[in-house]
């Protein structure tokens, strides 16, 4: 059955695809304005509405497959999430998360601030109150519990950070405020270990033992939310190499966790660290697809350049696609949950990106027949 549900790639394919054409301009600029709607709130955000064509996509898919971008304050997305606007970062970051979650494809969203800052419970009951009660979320715990290292403004480690898998710290400025504030609406609650510098490295089997403490000691957050999964990522090769990996997987399946496939040019290609997700089977499947391998391990920038104001797909990674198509509709049809959240550095856009991914996941069950 697993070999089913993780089974091998295709064969690895990323081309560039062609921009659209552009759009035409309006040519009766009066006659616009005098079906102009009212004049908005200029903090107020409002969602394209969805065509026919999108809601049957969405209707079709499997309601435990949840796909989102990793964050909503983009206003490139004009036209595709929100209406045509325009909108700043600002207001979106403010105001736009009640209209992503009218788009019928995007069911899911991350959280990243929270990793640069705790966030407290109000916080998180604001954007649940943004939310339908299907809707989930994706949260990065705060890098004060997930960094060995006190970084700089540039990221640069400056000391050993001596909170580094507090448990304590852990449950007091991460778990129980989400709990709290999300109620229902948690979806993965995500430990994304830094890149370590090297001496820890050399001792990933002690680090295990503190993580294995940190989980052991964590509220129950898959028996206080319906949906919710505690999951851990990872920013090092080192942990998937073979005198790791099964380590790794035997810690968080003693402790009700999950593994979060970090698909980053720093990390190995999706295939390579699926088995550690079969070793926990059954469970979720937790999917971060970050960076498109095109830009390289060091490449954040330079997608970042390429790809704004993210407002299309730029670079289609195929062979990434294909496989989180895959897995999503096996994890999904053996009745476990699957959270996929994009980054636009991925592809160049996250909702034309789940969007994408939605089509093959009901072209594939429309192959596969009854």
Not at 59 to 79: F, K, V
Not at 288 to 294: A, D, G, I, K
Request: proline share 9%.
């Amino acid at each position: 059955m697993q070999d089913d549900l993780f089974s091998a790639p295709l064969a690895p394919s990323l081309t560039r695809s062609k921009p659209p054409a552009s759009e035409s301009e309006p040519t009766d600029q009066v006659g616009a304005l005098a079906h102009a709607t009212p004049r908005r709130r200029s903090t107020e955000v409002l969602p394209l509405p969805p065509d026919d064509t999108t809601r049957a996509l969405a209707a079709r898919l499997n309601p435990r497959i949840r796909l989102g971008a990793s964050t909503w304050s983009y206003p490139g997305w004009a036209g595709i999430v929100w209406d045509e606007g325009p909108y700043t970062d600002a207001v979106l970051a403010k105001n736009g998360l009640a209209a992503y979650a009218q788009h019928p494809l995007l069911r899911c969203v991350g959280i990243d601030r929270s990793f640069y800052r705790p966030l407290t419970e109000a916080q998180y009951a604001r954007y649940a109150g943004q939310v339908p009660d299907d809707f989930r979320f994706v949260v990065k715990a705060p890098a004060l519990v997930t960094d060995a290292l006190v970084r700089g403004e540039q990221g640069q480690g400056r000391q050993p950070n001596t909170a580094f898998l507090d448990p304590v710290l852990a449950t007091q400025e991460f778990i129980t405020p989400a709990l709290a504030g999300l109620g229902d609406k948690v979806g993965a609650l995500v430990f994304q270990l830094s890149p370590l510098p090297f001496a820890q490295l050399q001792r990933l089997p002690l680090l295990l033992e503190r993580l294995r403490a940190l989980l052991r000691a964590l509220p129950d957050v898959r028996g206080a939310t319906p949906d919710g999964v505690v999951a851990v990522e990872v920013r090092d090769p080192e942990w998937l190499s073979p005198a790791i990996a099964p380590q790794l997987a035997a810690v968080l399946k003693e402790t009700g966790a999950t593994y979060c496939l970090g698909l980053h040019a720093k990390m190995p290609r999706l295939a390579e660290q699926l088995p550690i997700l079969r070793a926990l089977w059954p469970g979720p499947m937790v999917c971060r697809w970050n960076l498109n391998p095109l830009h390289g391990a060091y490449g954040y920038e330079d997608a970042q350049r390429s790809y704004e104001p993210y407002d299309r797909i730029h670079d289609v990674d195929a062979e990434t696609r294909a496989l989180i198509v895959r897995t999503v509709r096996g994890v999904t049809g053996a009745g476990q949950n699957a959270y996929v959240t994009i980054s636009n550095k991925a592809e160049g856009c996250a909702p034309l990106s789940a969007r994408a991914l939605a089509e093959g996941l009901v072209a594939s069950c429309e192959a596969a027949g009854p």
